[in-house]
């Protein structure tokens, strides 16, 4: 298989520009910007069925398409580069490895929507590549890529970085324009969707580092070809983070259709210490557990991982081998969601932080059946009731774990009968 | 308040976005770095500064785990135990350092030099166990590589 958005990945410098030109940079930019007009690449990126990798998956093309053209206001790209979902390190790869393959796909993007002004949103905890990526920017601002008349074609598009301060919600692409506003990030109601009432009330895409890092090729190579790459509702390569209990954890690029069992088995070289699989997280924290029965015959695609009650997510592959306790890490997740969880909604506040009373009853030995059935229904009366995804995230987390792992709960539980006074 | 440099930083900072009051996350970070941590008279100053209230900026300081009210160590060292880390032995490091300094997440040596802190997901996840000290990341923990790492901080 081609390595084509990991290619530049194990040339050296290649994050230097001299040697990103020689490998093909920028040449996407030049095509646009003297070639295509904002409609053709649109219609591109359409034809390519490039699907968002940040975790929900939406045609990007179609999401560009939505951004008004006529409105008078500015209108502004938002590079979504706060990689938080627990399991997930593959846009880090792209700023640390290919950054300018990200600056390029960030120019396009704004070309195409007609925006003069993009953020990279990154995380907090990424400072070395926020300063990487800021060092990256002026570079290309002095080869003519950034800034004003692009490779002197009156283009003008500016990139500015700003650092998140740690806070899981801010992934969320509303709670991120509401931090970038320099507020609480607290996510919006929805409608109206950011495309047309966004950054400071105008027409705004957020698009993840990954996707945007795909437009450069699909540009160069064509839709056509990127779509026949993945499936048939699915285009492409995905970049997977595979992680937990492998013999060669790492970021992957395989096709969209991947089969779960290649990933692990051939490419992360199988579960450590020969051991046996017990279960796997397909697509980061917020997607629900698949048993090693479901992995077996999972294939990484969102249509089908959804048949299975999970989904494609983030693309982090989580792996557990047959001795992992699977109450322990449903109660990390579960923590994670009470401590992510940005109060605004009762539900979501309220039920994670009772999950996380139960998980803390049952790990202490002082669990019942009753406590059981109470960890479903409140994940089943969580989930779709909430203000934002995290909510459904958190409820998936742990219904289906307690329901597919039984047992492992079970174990937890001395006293019967009565629920524990707490 | 701050040095030359830093009160640069900020004029630029305010100057280079559409809206000042988006520059809230960094002039924060710029004023944590002078400062150590965000005291009240930090805040009014940084209110001030960017034309808003001490609400606003307290209410912003409050949402975002980075940022600190209170002094803490010179090296704050951030343990992730989300699940990838776990599956990887991070109990074992989280231990191992609990011993060594003798405090527990969210307390700090009594010299001031250690915090310890829990974090969630650092993005390490293929190199796990992780932490990070300060903004450095330190991978594929052991309990010997941590006791080299800590014993040569400066
Ligand atoms: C709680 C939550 C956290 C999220 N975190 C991220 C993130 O860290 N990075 C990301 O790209 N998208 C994240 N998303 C998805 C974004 O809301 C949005 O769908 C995405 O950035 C759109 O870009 P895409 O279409 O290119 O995927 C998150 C969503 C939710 C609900
Ligand atoms: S679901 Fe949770 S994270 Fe989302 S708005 Fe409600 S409280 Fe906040
Ligand atoms: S789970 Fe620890 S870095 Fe991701």
Known sequence: ?422 | MFSQQAEREIDRLLARYPRKRSAIIPVLFIAQKERGYLSDDVLEYVAKRMGLTYLDVVTVVSFYTMFYRRPIGKYNIQLCNNVSCMLCGSEKIQEHIERKLGITFGQTTPDGRFTLTEVQCLGSCGTAPVMQVNFDYYENLTPENVDQILDSLP
């Open chain 1, 1 to 422: 298989m081609e390595r084509i958005i990991s290619a530049r990945f194990d040339i050296p410098n290649a994050d230097q520009l001299d040697v990103y030109l020689e490998h093909g940079g920028y040449r996407a930019l030049k095509k646009v910007l003297t070639e295509m007009t904002p409609e053709q690449v649109i219609e591109e990126v359409k034809k390519s069925a490039l699907r968002g990798c940040g975790g929900a998956g939406f045609p990007t093309g179609m999401k560009w398409g939505f951004v008004p053209k006529d409105s008078p206001k500015p209108k502004y790209l938002v590079c979504n580069a706060d990689e938080s979902e627990p399991g997930t390190f593959k846009d880090r790869q792209i700023m640390e490895k290919d950054p300018h393959g990200l600056i390029e796909g960030i120019l396009i993007g704004a070309y195409a929507i007609g925006a003069h002004l993009a953020f990279i949103y990154i995380r907090g905890e990424y400072w070395y590549l926020k300063e990487k990526l800021e060092r990256v920017i002026d570079e290309a601002r002095q080869g003519g890529y950034v800034g004003r008349n692009i490779l002197g074609t009156g283009f003008d598009c500016d990139i500015i970085v700003h650092p998140g301060a740690g806070a899981y919600i801010c992934g969320e692409e509303t709670a991120l324009l509401e931090s970038l506003e320099g507020k609480r990030g607290y996510p919006r109601l929805k409608p109206p969707f950011p495309a047309s009432v966004g950054l400071y009330g105008c027409p705004t895409v957020i698009n993840n580092v990954e996707t945007l890092a795909w437009v450069p090729h699909i540009i160069l190579r064509g839709g056509e070809w990127f779509h026949r790459l993945g499936t048939e509702k699915s285009g492409g390569h995905r970049l997977y983070s595979l992680s937990g209990h492998v013999v060669r954890p790492g970021v992957y690029e395989r096709p969209l259709g991947y089969p779960l069992k290649r990933l692990i088995y051939e490419d992360g070289g199988g579960i450590r210490d020969g051991k046996r699989l017990k279960a796997v997280v397909p697509g980061g924290a917020s997607s629900p557990i698949l048993t090693a029965e479901e992995a077996e015959s999972a294939t990484l695609d969102y249509e089908p991982l959804a048949a299975l009650g999970t989904m494609m997510g983030s693309g982090a592959v989580i792996v557990m081998d047959e001795d992992t306790d699977i109450v322990r890490t449903t109660y990390s997740f579960i923590k994670f969601f009470a401590h992510e969880s940005c109060g605004w909604c009762v539900p979501c506040r309220e039920g994670t932080r009772w999950m996380v009373k139960i998980f803390e009853r049952l790990l202490r030995g002082g669990g019942t059946e009753r406590d059981l059935e109470m960890l479903v229904t409140l994940s089943d009366n969580m989930f779709g009731r909430t203000h934002c995804p995290l909510g459904d995230a958190a409820a998936w987390a742990v219904g289906p774990a307690v329901k597919k792992f039984r047992a492992d709960f079970e174990r937890y539980l001395t006293r019967r009968g009565a629920v524990a006074a707490d």
